[in-house]
């Protein structure tokens, strides 16, 4: 089992910036992937970033590409997403996942095993 907890969202004016945190703990050594999903209203969850645990490749929609930027701390088993020059369009619950049997298809929230409990961004204008 792999345990998630996220951390850092919150209100914050168009333009401005976040940084959301996952801690991961129990058996993080069966980790190989990283993702963050958000949920807007009254949308499915969608792919948002993700990072290999193990080589750091990283991936991002193309919505945040240039503006969020995927990280992790492989040492406090922690993986960090640092969203820049937020818009609207941001505002959802942002979720962090984890993928443990080496899946290539790392856009695909039925390809991780494990989920944190949320956490609300609001970009208001």
């Known amino acids: 089992q792999v345990q998630l907890v996220e951390s850092g969202g919150g209100l914050v004016q168009a333009g401005g910036s976040l940084r959301l945190s996952c801690a991961a703990s129990?058996?993080?050594?069966?980790?190989?992937?990283m993702g963050w999903f958000r949920q807007r209203p009254e949308k499915e969850r969608e792919f948002v970033a993700a990072i290999r645990w193990s080589g750091g490749s990283t991936y991002y929609a193309d919505s945040v590409k240039g503006r969020f930027t995927i990280s992790r701390d492989n040492a406090k088993n922690t993986a960090y997403l640092q969203m820049n020059n937020l818009k609207p369009e941001d505002t959802a619950i942002y979720y962090c996942?984890?993928?443990?049997?080496?899946?290539?298809?790392?856009?695909?929230?039925?390809?991780?095993?494990?989920w944190g409990q949320g956490t609300q961004v609001t970009v208001f204008s």
């Open positions: 129990g058996r993080t050594f069966s980790i190989y992937t």
């Open positions: 996942a984890a993928e443990t049997d080496n899946s290539s298809n790392y856009v695909s929230p039925r390809e991780y095993d494990y």
